[in-house]
């Protein structure tokens, strides 16, 4: 499997509203944290996440934590 391009090495933490995000999972993207299409033709595609209420989210910027498209940390040991 390819490994994902490290977008940042910190969350991207943003304010949102009730909806469907797509977070890139390849790290390519022009509009990080979410997805614009730049993983086509590779094995990476986005991850759908559901939000229910308006809250703060600290989307993974580096692409490699192991809570999928939320920050874990991951980034302090790259």
């Known amino acids: ?3 994902p391009k490290v977008a ?3 969350p991207y933490v943003v304010d949102v ?3 469907k995000y797509a977070w890139c999972s390849c790290g390519e993207s022009s509009n990080q944290p979410y997805c614009d299409g730049a993983h086509r033709g590779t094995s990476f595609a ?7 209420e ?3 989210v600290a ?3 580096c692409k490699n934590s192991a809570n999928g498209a939320f ?5 302090a040991k790259l």
């Open 8 to 10: 940042q090495k910190m």
């Open 71 to 75: 920050c874990d940390g991951a980034h």
């Open 59 to 61: 989307w993974c910027g």
């Open 17 to 19: 509203e009730p909806g």
């Open 1 to 3: 499997m390819d490994k």
């Open 54 to 56: 308006a809250k703060k």
């Open 46 to 52: 986005p991850i759908i996440e559901q939000v229910t």
